[in-house]
């Protein structure tokens, strides 16, 4: 267990809708990182918040966003849902915002667009 | 941009030993990692190396990195069925935030 969790674990929508998933970080964890993970692309970098505050952003698309609550909980909003962002979505933490420091996966959520 | 390459596949026996490779391009990589991903679960660092160094070994697991060929590889002496998992390459660059790139992973299939 890594102390990252992610709800919900598993996500069934229909094209067209809206869906927030939901990342806690470990315990003083201050850096939270979103990533998609597909059959054909890989492991892909979203997006990087520390304390708050938008720090990298990688192949995100547009109509994609997120946020870090004060309480450093994160969210992923995920809007006109294609067939494609069929995924599994992982949230890692980090102490801190420095390159070196391991980052800690939650089990990630699976999300099923139909 | 950054792009890191492993191949997709491979497969071993029990009791062997397993190399995995990876590219990268970022000559500004300064740390070079390797994560385990088991089935269900979500990536976990195994290892990791800085760009001034050659090799790193822990217990059965050895990284070799050739800062030249930007090569990276990690060893799995006595391979185990529980090492069967995705494995991930991953180089970091230093500059004030971690940006992390992830290879696309190499799936490790160890045979009783």
């Known amino acids: 267990d890594s102390g990252v969790t992610q709800t919900p674990k598993h996500l069934i929508t229909a094209t067209g809708q809206r869906v927030t998933l939901r990342c806690s970080p470990r315990?003083?964890?201050?850096?939270v990182y979103w990533y998609q993970q597909s059959l054909d692309q890989g492991l892909q970098f979203l997006i990087q918040?520390?304390?708050?505050?938008?720090?990298a952003k990688g192949n995100i698309l547009e109509r994609f966003s997120a946020q870090q609550f004060p309480d450093l909980h994160s969210e992923l909003n995920l809007s006109s849902l294609e067939l494609g962002d069929s995924a599994l979505y992982f949230c890692?933490?980090?102490?801190?915002?420095?390159?070196?420091?391991?980052?800690?996966f939650g089990p990630g959520t699976r999300l099923t667009v139909l | 941009g950054e792009d890191v390459e492993q191949s997709l596949f491979l497969s071993v026996r029990e009791g062997d030993s397993s190399v995995i490779n990876c590219t990268y391009t970022?000559?500004?990589?300064?740390?070079l990692y390797w994560y385990k991903q088991e089935p269900g679960a979500g990536l976990q660092l195994l290892t990791y190396?800085?760009?001034?160094?050659d090799m790193k070994q822990d217990q059965r697991l050895t990284v070799l990195l050739n800062k030249k060929d930007k090569h990276l590889s990690l060893r799995i002496a006595d391979t185990q069925t529980g090492d069967s998992a995705i494995y991930f390459c991953?180089?970091?660059?230093?500059?004030?935030?971690?940006?992390?790139?992830f290879g696309t992973g190499t799936k490790l299939q160890v045979i009783p």
């Open positions: 890692a933490s980090s102490v801190s915002e420095a390159s070196y420091n391991e980052q800690f």
């Open positions: 315990s003083g964890d201050l850096s």
């Open positions: 918040y520390y304390n708050g505050e938008e720090r």
């Open positions: 970022d000559s500004s990589s300064t740390y």
């Open positions: 190396i800085f760009s001034n160094m």
């Open positions: 991953a180089e970091g660059s230093s500059g004030g935030y971690q940006k992390v790139t």
